[in-house]
Each structure stands twice: as structure tokens, then as C-alpha cells.
């Protein structure tokens, strides 16, 4: 049964909102829902805790129990229209219609009804007509700065009566009706309202949020709202010539030509730094930003939405774009506005006629405006900065050459000091890429020229993308002339061929010269994409004598030996998922996951990954690779699912000799199939 109420919930709950028209009568809603167990006509709102301000909400916001950050209680009351009835549960009785002058009072906008009789409003709003009035509240009022509220109470005749007039338009508006971005004109001067209806059913008009909306009269519609409004007549771009505190930022906005953007018609919500904000900033980055038209234009457009958002429709924060092309988080935090998480909005809603600036007390300087140095400030890639600066590099990265900085993270470094020796520089020029990339446009196969004059290949694998030896550990960032790459590992370039980086390595000689006793040293020599399991000297030291003689004695045998030792495909470990297979020359596949940060082969764990050549990867493996035993059981769970390798039954003993005699024989049999 319980199971069944919470079906019968949650389809009444959605059929309600599809139902319901505009965002507003869809949180109006929801919360008359939440609020039938109370009686009929109770909708549930959501209190701020500490403060008067209250909110029908969507699902979301009712679970999570917050708005701007701040903890909310749940309060019951009458919906709009609906009154109680002494001894009945609920709101059951519809309020009578009356006049907008009497409605004023009923719905608690007192101040607003006795400034409207101070005006001489009364008769007009008493009267025959059809009008919507946005009525500021009470506290409204009384938060008023007291110079304004003087000079309109001091000139009830004009003054006031023009203010009131401004609040009102000359036809039925309800919440249904008010549109977002519309422009009302209203019944002073016909100066127009602006009117927002958000996707989370906060309307506003003119910034004022409608806290008690659709108070419906005789005679037009109230709206009960939380400030008084004043007229707009400039744009945003007259509105920031003509304040000093914007000064800089008005010679920027000139220097980028975005003035006419600014004092066309639109929606837009600027972000404004105030001098104090500029000043703020390194001189020389300023400097350089101001004297470059491209990186001042990304700047400025970074401080610009493509939407009005004004303060009071924001309850919880949201990534929003900007004309520059990225987004910007815009979120709360109780009263205070916040960007990317920071307080730093000092004056909010100041309107133009097309749209809201918020000044704000730090610049924003976006990756786009950034040198490479700059986009680094701050990052996990601090000790890679520090070894790029002492080997003498900074020009690359600090200036207007357009490149791709590999930086490896700081655990790159963990257990690994480093001195800028002529050797160390070398390889930090092969951090630099001769160009400006984006991770997005890599694509496998594709072939990089670092400053220091070598090739690196892009490998492109389900989980990752790699360039030689390392791959890309977090997402790139894209400056003004270069691109920064975060890199789990320093980048080795590849320095010769397989056979060349084997005969470097002592401990692959007995593999060396079983690759030549079985006549694969040309191939290792020849251009490819080889992965080798590379057993070492350990390995081949730990097959009995006799089996070891006999099978460097039949090159046949071991040959299929070392090419299943050898994929098919370069395969670095940053590649390697919890369940990877890969096809060996000798025709059979091998088995790789990653445990615990190390590759494994067929349950063999690899003792160095990544040795990068020319034409593949070396693993060096301290055991000879032998096929994996299978059961039914692991079939079966490799059927349902191939990420789980340690589901898979224990490796069966098989001796190195046997080894190589079933190669042998699965050669023959195939032969003969």
C-alpha cells in the first residue's frame, strides 16, 4: 500500500506540471501538492531561515532543503486567492473580489494603499478599468533610502503619484502573461517595465521579484513585489559612461569596440569591475591585455552573459554562458551574489534598458586573455613551471609564440629530483609543442614537432588520450597564443627502434639474441606500431637449462614464443582499462588490465612500462608470458561483463618448456585446419 500512495503521488505530481503553463504555475503547483495534506488550497513554501523570504519551489530545491546555500523550514499557507474558514481545514473559501485599492490591503501591500490614497490614486484604482499593479511590500518601502522616500512623499501630487503610475500598466497581467524578456510599457509616461519569468518560476520585474503574485481584482491583477522600482531610460553603455567608478572599465570597453554591442538592444547582464577591480590586477598583465584587442575583447565579453539575470533569480549556483564563449558559474550565497564561488558582487541591479550590471571588485581574466604562464599560476603543475624557468624557457611560455606546454603534474615529480642539467633542458624543449593544440582536435595517429626537433605520436584509446608515454590528466586550457597540456607523467620521446632500445638495456641480452636466433631482428628494425613484452635476462635465467638450450635450438618454436610476446597494435599502460585485449603476432591474445597502478600481461606484472621507440613500445617483464588457463565460470562472467579481472580463475602452472611445445602444436593444428 505504501508503495502504491508513492505512485499515486508521483503520478498526480506529474501531471500537475505538465499541465501547468509557465514555470511559475509550475513551482505554484508543486507546492500546492506538497501542501494538500494540510486541507485544500495550502501550498507549501519554502522559508529562508532568519529571513522573511519565502519561495514556492521546484522537486529539487524541496529535497535539498536550501536556498542560496541557507537551510529553509517549510511553512503552510493559504494559496493565492483562498482564505480560511474558522472551524474548516485549509484554505476552502475563494477570496471575494474586491477593487485593486481594497485588494491592496487584503493582501498586506498596506503602505502602497495609503501612499495610493496620498496620491490621489484611490479613484482610479476604485474605478471601472483593467490594470496590473506591481505593489511594493511594506518592508519595501521602509528599506527605501530615506532622501527618496522624502522627496516623493514631500510632492505627493507629482512625484509620488508619477512613481505609482510607474508601477502600474494599463491592462490584466498575470503571471501567465508576463513573458520573459517582454517590455511592458506602464502607465507613466509609458516608460517601459522590464518583466523576467526564469525556469525556476522567480519572476521579476525590473529586478523586483514577485513574492505574491496573481491577487486578482474586480479591476486588474496585484502583484505583491519586494522593492519599489524607479525608470530606465539608459543603455548599459550610457549607464557605465556616466558612472566614475566604472571609468577604466568604460576606456576598455572603447579600446575593444564593444560600445556599440552595449548600447544596442538586447539581454545582456555585465558583469562590471570597478576601477578599484583593474587596479587590482599585475601592471604588466594588465598592460598587456589592454594593449592586445583580442585578448581585451575575450576579457570584456568573459563579464558578459547573453541572458538578464538579475539577483533575486538566483536561488543555487549555475554555469551560464558568456559572449566570450565559456560560462561563468552565477550562484548565491544567503544575500550575497556569487561568481565562480566568489563574493565578489558589490553593488547588484543597477538596470538599463537592455539589460543589469552587477559591479564587481575583482577582474576576471579568462584562460582565452592568459599567457602560458599565467594559465599555470596556481595549477598542479607548479614544479614543471619552476624546471621550465631555470633551463631557461620562459620565453615560450611567457610570451606571444604560439605553442603546446606539456606539464607534467607535480606528482610526475614525487619521487624524482630533478637538476637542469644540458640533458634536462633538452628533454623540457620536447615539452613544447611547435604549435597551438586543442585536446579535443587530437586525433590517433597524428604526429607533433616539439622545440627540440622530435616527432611524438598522439594515440587516441577508449579511456584516454596519450602522446608518447604519458597521456592528458585533466582538461586542457586554451590561452591567448598557447595551449597548456596537464600530463601524468614526464614525456620520453621515442630514441631509436625495439631492437635498438633492447640492445641499450642489459637486461633484455638473452631476448636480443633469441630475437636473432629466430630471425625477427629485421622486422624489430622496420617501421611499426609494436607493443613488446620484453622478458628479461631474470626470466629466461629462471626456464630450466635443458628447456632453454632446446628451445634457442628450434627457431620455429621460438619464434612463436617471441611473437607472443609481441602485439600488434602500440599499446602504452596509460591505455590500459581494468579489462584490455590485445592480438600478439603469433595470433592469440593477451590479456591486460591495470591493478593498483601496474600494468599486467596475462597476470604477469610489468616491472618498467613505456619504453617508447620509433616504431613501438617495450614492457619489461620479469617472467615468461604464458597463455591464461580458463574455466566455464570465467567464460561465462566474460560473457556478462569484461571489466572485472579479478573474477577471472587463478593462473595454472605450466612449465616454460611445455610452453613452448604448445605453441608448436596450436601451429600445427592450425595448419592443418
Known amino acids: 500500500m505504501k508503495h502504491l500512495a508513492l505512485l499515486t503521488f508521483a503520478l498526480a505530481l506529474y501531471v500537475a506540471l505538465i499541465t501547468a503553463k509557465s514555470p511559475y504555475q509550475q513551482v505554484l503547483q508543486h507546492s500546492r501538492i506538497r501542501g494538500r495534506q494540510h486541507g485544500p488550497n495550502v501550498c507549501a513554501l519554502q522559508q529562508v531561515q532568519g529571513s522573511n523570504k519565502k519561495y514556492f519551489t521546484n522537486c529539487k530545491q524541496w529535497y535539498h532543503r536550501k536556498i542560496c546555500g541557507k537551510p529553509t523550514v517549510i511553512t503552510y499557507e493559504c494559496c493565492p486567492g483562498y482564505e480560511k474558514l474558522q472551524g474548516e481545514k485549509g484554505c476552502p473559501s475563494a477570496l471575494p473580489l474586491s477593487n485593486i485599492y481594497n485588494t491592496l490591503g487584503v493582501v498586506g501591500a498596506t503602505t502602497t494603499k495609503m501612499y495610493s490614497e496620498r496620491a490621489e490614486l484611490q479613484p482610479e484604482i476604485e474605478g471601472p478599468g483593467s490594470f496590473t ?109 556616466g558612472d566614475d567608478l566604472l571609468e577604466t572599465l568604460n576606456t576598455a570597453v572603447a579600446a575593444a569596440g564593444l560600445e556599440q554591442v552595449l548600447d544596442s538592444e538586447g539581454q545582456y547582464t555585465f558583469f562590471a569591475p570597478t576601477n578599484e577591480a583593474f587596479e587590482k590586477i599585475n601592471p604588466e598583465t594588465l598592460n598587456r591585455i589592454l594593449g592586445d584587442p583580442v585578448a581585451l575583447k575575450d576579457l570584456l565579453n568573459y563579464h558578459i552573459l547573453k541572458t538578464v539575470q538579475c539577483s533575486e533569480s538566483i536561488v543555487a549556483g549555475t554555469p551560464m554562458e558568456t559572449l566570450q564563449g565559456t560560462a561563468l558559474e552565477v550562484g548565491c550565497d544567503g544575500s550575497e551574489m556569487t561568481l565562480n564561488g566568489k563574493a565578489i558582487i558589490t553593488s547588484k541591479d543597477h538596470l538599463g534598458t537592455n539589460g543589469v ?96 626537433g622530435k616527432k611524438l605520436r598522439v594515440f587516441v584509446y577508449r579511456n584516454a588520450v596519450c602522446i608518447e608515454n604519458t597521456c592528458i590528466a585533466a582538461h586542457d586550457k586554451k590561452g591567448r597564443y598557447g595551449s597548456l597540456f596537464h600530463i601524468d607523467k614526464v614525456l620520453t620521446p621515442p630514441v631509436g627502434t625495439v631492437m635498438d632500445v633492447l640492445k641499450g638495456d642489459n637486461r633484455f641480452s ?137 573474477m577471472r580463475a587463478p593462473i595454472q602452472t605450466i612449465r616454460p618448456g611445455e610452453l613452448a611445445r604448445r605453441y608448436h602444436s596450436s601451429r600445427q593444428v592450425r595448419r592443418t585446419q
Open 133 to 241: 499593479i506591481f505593489a511594493p511590500s511594506n518592508e519595501a518601502w521602509s528599506t527605501l533610502p530615506a532622501e527618496i522616500l522624502d522627496a516623493l512623499v514631500s510632492n505627493v501630487n507629482i512625484e509620488l503619484l508619477n512613481a505609482l503610475h510607474y508601477h502600474m500598466v494599463n491592462r490584466r497581467l498575470t503571471t501567465e502573461d508576463l513573458k520573459h524578456g517582454m517590455v511592458v510599457p506602464s502607465m507613466y509616461q509609458d516608460l517601459n517595465v522590464l518583466i523576467h519569468h526564469y525556469p525556476n518560476g522567480i519572476v521579476t520585474v525590473n529586478c523586483a521579484r514577485l513574492m505574491k503574485a496573481d491577487q486578482h481584482a474586480t479591476n486588474g491583477v496585484v502583484h505583491v513585489i519586494d522593492r519599489v522600482i524607479t525608470a530606465i531610460t539608459n543603455t548599459i553603455q550610457q549607464s557605465i559612461e
Open 357 to 452: 550590471i552587477h559591479y564587481i571588485s575583482e577582474l576576471l581574466i579568462p584562460d582565452s586573455a592568459k599567457t602560458l604562464a599565467e594559465l599555470a599560476e596556481g595549477s598542479t603543475v607548479s614544479t614543471a613551471l619552476d624546471l621550465f624557468s631555470q633551463a631557461g624557457l620562459s620565453s615560450h611560455i611567457t610570451g606571444s609564440e604560439a605553442v603546446t606546454l606539456l606539464a607534467p603534474t607535480n606528482d610526475a615529480f614525487k619521487d624524482t629530483t630533478l637538476r637542469v642539467t644540458p640533458e634536462v633542458k633538452r628533454l623540457l624543449r620536447n615539452h613544447i609543442v611547435k604549435e597551438q593544440l586543442s585536446s579535443k582536435h587530437l586525433y590517433h595517429g597524428q604526429v607533433l614537432e616539439t622545440l627540440g
Open 510 to 646: 638473452t631476448l636480443v639474441g633469441a630475437i636473432q636466433r629466430a630471425g625477427l631482428t629485421e622486422m624489430l628494425n622496420q617501421q611499426g606500431t609494436y607493443t613488446v613484452f620484453a622478458p628479461t635476462n631474470e626470466a629466461f635465467s629462471a626456464m630450466p637449462r635443458g628447456e632453454l638450450n632446446k628451445l634457442m635450438g628450434n627457431s620455429r618454436q621460438l619464434s612463436d614464443l617471441l611473437k607472443y610476446h609481441i602485439g600488434e597494435e602500440l599499446l602504452v599502460s596509460g591505455g590500459v582499462g581494468s579489462y584490455t585485449r590485445l592480438k600478439s603476432l603469433q595470433g592469440d591474445k593477451l590479456e591486460l588490465n591495470m591493478r593498483n597502478y601496474t600494468v599486467n600481461v596475462n597476470r604477469v606484472p610489468v616491472a618498467e612500462a613505456d619504453m617508447m621507440a620509433t616504431n613501438g613500445v617495450v614492457f619489461a617483464v620479469s617472467s615468461i608470458i604464458q597463455p591464461v588457463a580458463r574455466t566455464a565460470g570465467d567464460e561465462a562472467a566474460e560473457s556478462i561483463v569484461r571489466q572485472d579481472s579479478a
